[in-house]
């Protein structure tokens, strides 16, 4: 899939049938303190592990940390928008939470086709989310539902939010 600009604008899936065990893809996001104030907002963890820094220094981790199911929010965009993409049904997810994740951490998700279902058109995905160091932050297995039918849809940006206390 061409990475231009003009390309940018659309999202197209990757078909059950164009998926190959082995084949992998990857997103990149930078953590941002107000990521992870905006997971608190639309999630209702207000945990002062992620929001309260006098709090969080005095935790084992000495300071503050992004939640846990940030890095698995993470995944479940690169599934619905790269890989496999629009149409993708995410049946299920096991997670293990390696390492904690800190604001200005950059999260590389990797998803990997582990196992194909040629009957019930269904794949099992080997995740993993990095950081910056190449340490690995979270892991786990994902069952989806990829989408049989080519898909090519033009991309809507995500809503703006406003953080207000």
Not at 14 to 41: H, I, K, M, P, W
Not at 129 to 140: F, I, P, R, T, Y
Request: with cysteine.
């Amino acid at each position: 899939m061409s990475t231009s600009a003009h390309d940018a604008e659309w999202m197209e899936n990757v078909t059950y049938d164009e998926l190959q065990v082995g084949q992998s893809q990857q997103l990149t996001r930078t953590v941002t303190q107000e990521d992870v104030r905006a997971f608190a907002a639309v999630s209702g963890d207000i945990n002062p592990a992620h929001l309260n820094e006098a709090y969080a220094n005095e935790t084992m981790f000495k300071g503050v940390i992004a939640h846990g199911m940030f890095a698995g929010a993470l995944i479940s965009a690169l599934f619905g928008t790269r890989f496999p993409g629009p149409g993708t049904i995410y049946l299920g997810q096991e997670l293990k939470f390696i390492r904690p994740v800190r604001i200005g951490d950059t999260l590389t998700v990797e998803a990997t086709v582990k196992e194909k279902d040629d009957v019930k058109k269904r794949v099992v995905m080997d995740c993993v989310v990095s950081n910056q160091n190449g340490e690995g932050v979270l892991k786990g297995v994902a069952r989806l539902m990829p989408p049989t039918e080519k898909v090519r849809v033009r991309a809507v940006n995500a809503p703006q939010i406003e953080l207000v206390e």
